[in-house]
């Protein structure tokens, strides 16, 4: 089956760190650019960051940048957001995807909250 | 950075009538190099991820009820319900995927009158 599987968020302190893991399958995922997206609660889906297939040139969103790390392990099929240093405003479910099959690929998502 | 305004932010249509929604992109998301639109449609329920409802402007993901259809090109673009069901109740968004960074509609929720 065809499918992105996220998994790593929960509960953390402002200033801590978290690492978003996303699981894909059905799919020759080392060929194929992803991204990551976020939806604060209540909000609308914002972009946070993109890497390549050799995981080469990644980018991200201003809000993010030096303190999220997107990452890739193409043997396991593995894509990875190492976040350091959150924010109450990181606060969001965050969604992987992939548009190399046609049709955009998203997973089910997966909840951060950043709370004392 | 491409921006990605819908019209309108929300709209009530009675059951088996027709809902459109447009979104209009600040620059065109048209590639030249492949002819094609690099815009989505999706329909949001709550507690769900975003449903992929059409794509390359037009094509309508596998299983999406052909009530649902995408036109446009360029920078201006509609998704249209031609029959309102009860479950099409949900909040829709446009999304391009021609340039980083990505950028989303900031939704239209559609209710039923």
């Known amino acids: 089956e065809v499918q992105l599987v996220e998994s790593g968020g929960g509960l953390v302190q402002p200033g801590g760190s978290l690492r978003l893991s996303c699981a894909a399958s059905?799919?020759?995922?080392?060929?194929?650019?992803m991204h990551w997206v976020r939806q604060a609660p209540g909000k609308g889906l914002v972009w946070v960051s993109r890497?390549?297939?050799?995981?080469?040139?990644?980018m991200y969103a201003d809000s993010v940048k030096g303190r999220f790390t997107i990452s890739r392990d193409n043997a396991k099929n593995m894509l990875s957001l190492q976040m350091n240093s959150l924010r109450a405003e990181d606060t969001a479910v965050y969604y992987c995807?992939?548009?190399?099959?046609?049709?955009?690929?998203w997973g089910q998502g997966t909840l951060v909250t950043v709370s004392s | 950075d491409i921006v990605m305004t819908q019209s309108p932010d929300s709209l009530a249509v009675s059951l088996g009538e027709r809902a459109t929604i447009n979104c209009k992109s600040s620059?065109?998301?048209?590639?030249?190099?492949?002819?094609?639109?690099?815009l989505a449609w999706y329909q949001q329920k709550p507690r769900q991820p975003p449903k992929v409802l059409i794509y390359?402007?037009?094509t309508r993901e596998s299983g999406v009820p052909d009530r649902f259809s995408g036109s446009g090109s360029g920078t201006d673009f509609t998704l249209t319900i031609s029959s309102l069901q009860a479950e099409d109740v949900a909040v829709y968004y446009c999304?391009?995927?021609?340039?980083?960074?990505?950028?989303f509609g900031q939704g239209t929720k559609v209710e039923i009158k």
């Open positions: 995807i992939s548009y190399c099959l046609g049709a955009p690929l």
């Open positions: 059905g799919f020759t995922f080392s060929t194929c650019i």
């Open positions: 890497i390549h297939p050799d995981g080469n040139t990644p």
């Open positions: 620059q065109s998301v048209l590639k030249s190099s492949d002819n094609k639109n690099y």
């Open positions: 390359w402007a037009s």
């Open positions: 999304q391009h995927y021609y340039s980083i960074p990505l950028t």
